[in-house]
Nanobody, 121 residues
Framework: QLQASGGGLVQAGGSLRLSCAASGRTFRTYGMGWSRQCPGKEREFVAGITWSGGSTYYADSVKGRFTISRDNAKKMVYLQMDSLKPEDTAVYYC????????????????WGQGTQVTVSS
């Protein structure tokens, strides 16, 4: 019910845009975002946005390079990734939390299927 797309292979310095479509109950969330699993590293929540008000969060590792946005009418969340680095290589998951508490604690109720992003040097 969270359908992510837009991953692929890009050279360092390039850009990609990830999209996440929310359907059914997954749209009734407090906030959504993107987590990533880099090879050999722990899962990292890199960007988040609330449906109401559009408050955003960025991990330090992506701040200034990634931009998260939402389209409430289309029930879509996007992650624009610019100035990509090889260390951004990961599987990116669209995630959603049904309450503010869960969102803040990164205790997500919904996970998409993941989309691979590979950045070559």
């Amino acid at each position: 019910q969270l359908q992510a797309s837009g991953g692929g292979l890009v050279q360092a310095g390039g850009s990609l845009r990830l999209s996440c479509a929310a359907s059914g109950r997954t749209f009734r969330t407090y906030g959504m975002g993107w987590s990533r699993q880099c090879p050999g590293k722990e899962r990292e929540f890199v960007a988040g946005i609330t449906w109401s008000g559009g408050s955003t969060y960025y991990a330090d590792s992506v701040k200034g390079r990634f931009t998260i946005s939402r389209d409430n009418a289309k029930k879509m969340v996007y992650l624009q990734m610019d100035s990509l680095k090889p260390e951004d290589t990961a599987v990116y998951y669209c995630v959603g939390a049904t309450s503010a508490t869960k969102y803040v604690l990164r205790n997500f109720d919904y996970w998409g299927q993941g989309t691979q992003v590979t950045v070559s040097s």
